[in-house]
């Protein structure tokens, strides 16, 4: 009889066959009009391991019992799940992104190149790399919102918006490498590892900006021809500007909620004053994206139960390998788990040399483009972006595709 983990494998291999399979559920659902609302649920990508994960806990309560099964989702650790959702309502809030937008128009205005084109590219390079800063998260929402009307739209090539999205989510994994806070797959290494941010920029910081910086302009040159040259306005529907300190508290309340991303309490409690003020000064406001944030927190908390039951077969694996193997499994793995979960297995390890410690993480964050689930902020992207896709939906096969010309690109640069 197989016991609760092989089940838990096996479920977790069904949600990662799941997530390939979201556009034919779109597709279906076009078929078969009559349950179309079902197709639509299931095609949903970031309601995949949300769903998979309750089918871990009915089977646990069958199998275990009940009490045993709340306690093993109670014992799970749902902070990562919230903050990305505080953070991507917070970062996605109409005066911060007008803020950003501002810098980035008139940093565009200074470089030698059509200023739309120009603007691309520094959503590209620039955003991902100011994740560093802001978190990963938030720097996904930002640039996923700037991004989409120019890149991520109907009329696009299919093939071009594939690459431009593996540049983002690689773009986005690597370029958070700079400090010691900003990237999941970092945060689960630098307490037991002693690693700080000037650690971090010595070591992988430069790496990863010249990475960054190669993909962002290799793909905005195959664009340059599809970039439209007018300027590129927020549908504010009418709305009065946003006053300087308005947007000066919404980026006060973001930095709030970086500081105590490790403290719920705190930084749930900032978010609902934000909404508070949100409400107060509405007139400057767009409707916060709620909806996309929840399913962004679900599809991560999901994870966080399927992949909370995966380590009997995952850690054996990370501990046996060699740095090269290390780097290039890593790599690989980081494809078809979350690369914070893998870089927690590996500071679990004991007696792991320096080198292996950085091959696990240099290979974790140079393939967290690869899939959905690869890194924390993918689901974001995902959420935010696919309506500008053929059947609203992002196929995981394309976005593999599109995301390993620029894996390659950093895993060269992190390799030697």
């Keep these: ?68 099964a709340v306690a093993y989702a109670e014992s799970r650790q749902y902070t990562e799940p919230l903050f990305v959702f505080v953070i991507m309502v917070i ?21 030698p190149a059509r200023t739309m084109l120009a603007q691309v590219w520094l959503g590209l390079a620039a955003v991902p790399l100011l994740g560093s800063l802001i978190t990963e998260p938030a720097a996904m929402t930002l640039a ?15 093939w071009l918006k594939y690459g431009a999205l593996g540049v983002l989510f690689v773009n986005i994994s690597i370029g958070g490498t700079l400090t010691s806070y900003a990237a999941p797959p970092v945060l689960m290494v630098v307490s037991a590892w002693q690693w700080d941010t000037l650690f971090m920029a010595k070591t992988f910081g430069w790496r990863a900006t010249i990475a960054v910086l190669i993909n962002a302009t290799a793909i905005t ?10 300027v590129l306005t927020a549908t504010d529907d009418g709305k009065p500007a946003v006053p300087l ?4 508290i919404h980026l006060a309340f973001l930095a709030g909620v970086v500081i105590s991303a490790h403290h719920p309490v705190i930084f749930l409690g900032l978010f609902l004053f934000f909404l508070g003020f949100m409400q107060a000064y509405d007139r400057y406001q767009n409707p916060p994206i709620l909806k996309e944030g929840l399913l962004v927190g679900f599809f991560l908390a999901g994870l966080v139960i399927l992949g909370g ?5 995952l850690q054996p694996i990370v501990s046996k390998l060699e740095p090269t193997a290390l780097f290039f499994s890593a790599v690989a793995l980081t494809a078809i788990t ?54 609203e939906s992002i196929g995981a096969g394309g976005l593999l595709l599109g995301a390993l010309p620029p894996t390659l690109v950093a895993a060269v640069l992190f390799f030697f």
Aim: hydrophobic share 55%; charged share 15%; proline share 4%.
């Design 144 to 158: 996923a919102l700037m991004l989409a009307p120019q890149i991520f739209r109907q009329g696009m090539p299919e």
């Design 1 to 68: 009889m197989p016991t609760i983990e092989h089940i838990a494998a096996a479920l977790f291999a069904a949600a990662l066959v799941h997530t390939f399979a979201t556009k034919w559920f779109e597709r279906m659902a076009d078929r078969f009009p009559r349950h179309a609302g079902l197709f639509h649920l299931l095609g949903e990508v970031e309601v995949v391991f949300g769903f998979w994960a309750a089918v871990l806990i009915v089977a646990m309560a069958v199998l275990s019992g009940g009490k045993e």
């Design 338 to 391: 979350d690369n914070a979960a893998l870089t927690y297995l590996g500071s679990l390890i004991e007696g792991i040399s320096d080198q292996g410690k950085y091959m696990l993480v240099a290979g974790a964050v140079a393939g967290g483009g690869l899939t959905v689930i690869a890194n924390a902020p993918n689901p974001a992207g995902v959420a935010l972006l696919r309506h500008g896709f053929e059947d």
């Design 309 to 313: 039951m995966q380590q009997w077969w």
């Design 245 to 248: 300190l308005v947007s000066a």
């Design 91 to 111: 970062a996605a809030s109409r005066p911060v992104l007008e803020m950003v937008r501002r810098l980035i128009s008139a940093t565009a205005r200074l470089v």
């Design 221 to 230: 040159y195959l664009l340059r021809s599809h970039i439209a040259d007018e």
